[in-house]
């Protein structure tokens, strides 16, 4: 069982190179998200989808887009990267048609941004 | 605003030793969900339990077990008889009755368990 797939898992870039992160679930889930995990900090959410074709900005949006490209589909992408965006991003999807569903990770991908 | 704090960054015991993990949560929602999450050293994220708002039941799953005292605004995490394979990241999370959100969770900072054999 796949579940939720992100890739890569590990991406060097250099400041302002730009990239997209992908990331795939199985489940037919509706809801789609994409946090960053920092030391210390725990998880905060970036970006999330609630259903195909909604997205919206979570508690640190700043410096990334998504696009949920379909039901299985939730991209996060980097225009211009700087160093502060040096973190381990996870995606992850739940149900969403209910409320309190528990959410899926992915591996997560560690991006290293110099 | 919704807020979880973990107060214990890091706790380390010796195996067989009990640790009782805390958190405590703020949120104005009168109908909640609460979660733990482990992240072992290979990084993933996996999802150990999820309780109501309404339900104030205390739940026991093998070592782990779990308070949730909706007086105190805590959901604490107690591992019995520890392991060395419970050494992990534990997060607590907390989402609101938000449908048309899509169930976004709010984490807190992580309490990192080092269980020493």
């Known amino acids: 069982n796949a579940g939720v797939t992100q890739t890569p898992k590990f991406q060097v870039l250099k400041t302002g190179q730009s990239m997209t992160l992908q990331c795939a679930q199985d489940?037919?889930?509706?809801?789609m998200y994409w946090y960053r995990q920092d030391p210390g900090m725990g998880l905060r959410l970036i970006y999330y989808?609630?259903?195909?074709?909604?997205?919206d900005k979570g508690e640190v949006p700043n410096g990334y887009n998504v696009s949920r490209l379909n039901k299985r589909e939730f991209s996060l992408r980097l225009e211009s990267a700087a160093p502060s965006q040096t973190s381990v991003y996870f995606c992850?999807?739940?149900?969403?048609?209910?409320?309190?569903?528990?959410?899926?990770f992915g591996d997560g991908t560690r991006l290293s941004i110099l | 605003a919704q807020k979880v704090t973990q107060a214990q960054t890091e706790i380390s015991v010796v195996e067989k030793e009990d640790v009782t993990l805390d958190c405590v949560y703020e949120?104005?929602?009168?109908?909640?969900?609460l979660f733990w999450y482990k992240q072992p050293p290979s990084g993933e994220l996996v999802f150990l339990i999820r309780?109501?708002?309404?339900?104030?039941q205390n739940e026991i799953s093998g070592r782990y077990s779990w308070n949730f005292q909706k007086s105190t605004s805590s959901f604490n995490f107690t591992i019995t008889a520890s392991q060395v394979v419970d050494s992990a990241v534990y997060f607590c999370?907390?989402?609101?009755?938000?449908?048309?959100?899509?169930?976004?969770?709010?984490f807190g900072g992580g309490t990192r368990v080092l269980v020493k054999p």
């Open positions: 309780r109501n708002s309404f339900d104030e």
């Open positions: 999370a907390l989402s609101g009755r938000e449908k048309a959100a899509g169930n976004k969770l709010t």
């Open positions: 989808s609630a259903s195909e074709g909604t997205t």
């Open positions: 949120t104005r929602d009168t109908t909640y969900y």
């Open positions: 489940m037919n889930h509706n809801s």
């Open positions: 992850a999807s739940s149900g969403g048609t209910v409320s309190g569903q528990p959410q899926h």
